[in-house]
């Protein structure tokens, strides 16, 4: 019997990509809850952290992004804009 919990190698992962504007709390500099349409989730993990600068398509980006696990297990991507000091929910994984 195949545990419904695992997903086999040959299943794809979705996203779906949103770029909406978010209020993030911050613990140690780190996202440790943000909410978004009106709903707030408790970050209980980082699981990874990088940044985009520079000339990226020539638009002068300067983003430090968070791949965040929320409560309940949703995979979500948010980013610093740092030229404009906004955060952004820009993917949920699937």
Do not use: C
Not at 80 to 94: A, G, I, K, N, T
Request: charged share 45%; proline share 2%.
């Amino acid at each position: 019997m195949t545990d419904p919990n695992i997903r086999s190698t040959s299943e794809a992962l979705m996203t779906k990509r949103f770029d909406e504007e978010v209020r993030v709390e911050r613990d140690g500099g780190m996202p440790s809850g943000f909410e978004w349409r009106g709903r707030r989730y408790r970050v209980v993990d980082v699981i990874g952290r990088w940044r985009i600068e520079g000339r990226w398509w020539e638009d002068g980006r300067d983003r430090e992004y968070w791949r965040v696990e929320a409560r309940g297990g949703a995979v979500w991507d948010l980013y610093h804009d740092r030229q404009r000091d906004r955060w952004h929910m820009e993917r949920l994984w699937d």
